[in-house]
């Protein structure tokens, strides 16, 4: 089971962290992933780390800004966005997935095993 913490409403420019703690299973032996969506909108990948080598992959509209890890020891995942923006308003996944070695792009969902429950991320003024 993952559980994810660290949503809500934050003003244009600030910054929020995502949580994402594991039960039942070591995270570290998994690749981490996360998704954001938006009503009407397809679901968009927006970070990977892999599992042992701890390579990361972001998309375009998130590079630079957002930062993904993990805390071996929490057994937690984590995403760190700063410089948000209006358009990073959406829900936010984690998921954690076997056997997704690093490719440099970054792995579809329908490859990960475990969902987080989602959380909300507003970016207004």
């Known amino acids: 089971q993952l559980v994810q913490s660290g949503g809500g409403l934050v003003q244009p420019g600030g910054s929020l962290r995502l949580s994402c703690a594991a039960s039942?299973?070591?995270?570290?032996?998994?690749?981490i992933g996360w998704f954001r969506q938006v009503p009407g909108k397809e679901r968009e990948g927006i970070a990977y780390?892999?599992?042992?080598?701890?390579?990361?992959t972001y998309a375009d509209s998130v590079k630079g800004r957002f930062t993904i890890s993990r805390d071996v020891d929490k057994n937690t995942g984590y995403l760190q966005m700063n410089s948000l923006k209006s358009e990073d308003t959406a829900e936010y996944y984690c998921?954690?997935?076997?056997?997704?070695?690093?490719?440099?792009?970054?792995?579809?969902?329908?490859?990960?095993?475990?969902w987080g429950q989602g959380t909300q991320v507003t970016v207004s003024s």
């Open positions: 780390i892999s599992a042992n080598s701890g390579d990361t």
């Open positions: 998921a954690a997935g076997l056997g997704l070695v690093p490719t440099g792009r970054l792995p579809p969902g329908n490859l990960y095993n475990d």
């Open positions: 039942g299973f070591r995270l570290d032996n998994y690749a």
